[in-house]
């Protein structure tokens, strides 16, 4: 059952991004933009913070 779950749940994620339009967000189908703030992400941003901080 679970590997039926994950199997679904894989091919969802890849359908859905596969819908979008180039210059388009997947999810939200909003043009994407020169100003959009995601354009200055780093993969530092995302990385989580060192405990103890």
Known sequence: MK???WTVGI?????????A???HYP?????CG???PVLTLD???CA???TGL
Not at 27 to 31: A, F, G, I, Q, R
């Open 3 to 5: 590997i039926v779950t």
């Open 11 to 19: 091919i969802a994620m890849f359908g859905l991004a596969a819908c």
């Open 21 to 23: 339009e180039p210059g």
């Open 27 to 31: 999810v939200s189908d909003e043009e």
């Open 34 to 36: 020169p100003n959009d």
């Open 43 to 45: 993969a530092s941003d």
């Open 48 to 50: 989580p913070l060192p």
